[in-house]
Every structure is written in structure tokens, then in C-alpha cells.
């Protein structure tokens, strides 16, 4: 039998929002726009947008958004719980900031129809975030088996980096999933890149989800660009160009494929080119005279 599930990438906008129900109307929009799938998938700190309830003046500071945000996050967890619950799907909730130390990490929490499953913070900080922001990385990947497949996640940059995706794709992760926030093509397309070369190298699916849209009143999510897309690897077995699903620049809504999880294994087993297989021999290079 064939486990095939239907996966959906969100590319975001953020709101000015004048209460938690707003968030709330929000949000419940947009899950049951793609509740005909099994697995959605929102963007790295679209959580951000909470920062509005605390006003201009907390909106608009780095620090405090920080506090505002983290300060909704029971609330935020019960509506996606609900939500998950509500329409029988899994969600990978936008990440945003979270205070379980003197420093907040970026976290990303998964839900299911039964509730939270558990979480993946960010392991490498971009260079605003160390220097600007103060948010930290959190060492440490987790592996969440479910309904919908084995999953991780690598949020934005960590995608960049190929030691963090194969040690998920050891552990039997067959799709792994990559909320983005990026404030220029270039970043979007460092992002994309690494996506995409973590299911080549992987041989597995890649899911990406970014923020998009311009916002006047907090300087850390004020420019965002990207698409959201479904990648796979180019062996043979999946498209030629390894996209599943790809949507237009800095628009909104919602990207959906269709998945044969199967097809991951007879990637890994059977494709025209093996780089899963093979991966062992690349990390015996060596220089030599």
C-alpha cells in the first residue's frame, strides 16, 4: 500500500492586528484553506505579527517584540492545537521567539489531530540574530514520527548547512521542513538553494515556507521575500528540475503536492544516481600530495 499525503507550504503576509482574535480569525483562515492536505507548513518568525498587540512603541523595538511575542505563546499553541484537532491535520506552527533562558531561541512547534508533538529550535544564527537580535541557537535536531512520515526540520539558515540535514536523513527523516524568513532574493535564494540540495543529497522531500510582504513597524521583519515550493530529488523518480510545486514571488497563500512517501525509499534504493547511499565515500575525502 502506498502512503501518499498531500503537503501545503505557506508563503506569508504579515498583519497589523488589533487583538488575539483577530490572529485568531486569522489563522483559522488559513488552516482551513489548506485543510485538504495532511501537513501544513508556516514560516519561520511569521509569529512576529503577535508583536502588534503590545502597541507601536513595543512593535517597533527589537527587545520588546521579542516579549510580546513569547508572551502569547500558550495561546498560540492552544489555537494551532485546536486547529490541528479541528480539521484532523498536522501543523508546523510559524516559529518565533521563545524564553527558556536569559536569551529567547527561535522555535517551531508541531502539531497534530492529537495535540503538540513537540518542537525544533533553531541550531545556527544568522548574523542579525546573533548581533542585532540576541536570539540564540538551541543545539540539538529531533526526529517526529507520525501519521504523515518522519519528519525534522531545519529553519531558514540551518537549511544551509548539509552536516544538519544528513544527520536527520540518518534518522530515517523523510521530510524535512524549512520555514524561512528572508529580506532579499538573495537570502530567499541561499535558502532555496540549500532546500533543494538537501533533498538532492538526501534524497527525500524538502518543504519551504517563507514570509513575504513589506511591514512598516518592526524592524526585523520589514522586507520579506520568497516562494513557497515542494522540492525533490532530481534522480529519476521525481520531476526533472526536483519541484513538486513552486509558487509566484512574494505572493501569498498556499503551494500543494501530492506525496508518495515510498518513493523516498526507492529513491534511497533505486535512483538513477544513489547520493544517500554514496555519502559515506564524499566524507572520506582527503587532500592529497
Sequence with gaps: MTRIIKIAAAAYPFDWLGD?????????AWVKDAADCDLLVFPEYSAMELASLGGREVAGDLEASLHEVARH??????????LAAQHGVHILAASGPCFE????????VLFGPQGRIGHQDKQVM?????ED?????APGLRVFDT?????????????????????????????????????????FNRVRIGAMARALENQCIVVHAPTVGEVDWNPAIDENRGAA?????????????????????????????????????ESRRNGRVLPFAHWPESAQARLID
Design 73 to 82: 505563546e500558550t495561546a498560540r499553541d492552544a489555537l494551532h492545537a485546536e
Design 133 to 137: 537580535w540576541d536570539v540564540v541557537g
Design 20 to 28: 488575539f482574535n483577530a490572529y485568531r480569525a486569522k489563522i483559522s
Design 101 to 108: 533562558g536569559p536569551r529567547p531561541v527561535n522555535r517551531a
Design 147 to 187: 501519521p504523515v512520515g518522519r519528519l525534522g526540520v531545519l529553519i531558514c539558515y540551518d537549511s544551509e548547512f548539509p552536516l544538519l540535514g544528513r544527520v536527520l536523513a540518518e534518522a530515517g527523516v523523510e521530510i524535512i521542513l524549512t520555514p524561512s524568513c528572508t529580506d532579499t532574493i538573495a537570502g
Design 229 to 265: 515550493a515542494i522540492y525533490a530529488p532530481p534522480d529519476g523518480l521525481w520531476p526533472e528540475n526536483g519541484i513538486l510545486a513552486e509558487g509566484p514571488l512574494d505572493q501569498p497563500g498556499w503551494v500543494k503536492a501530492e506525496v508518495d512517501l515510498d518513493r523516498v525509499a
Design 126 to 130: 544568522t548574523r542579525f540574530e546573533r
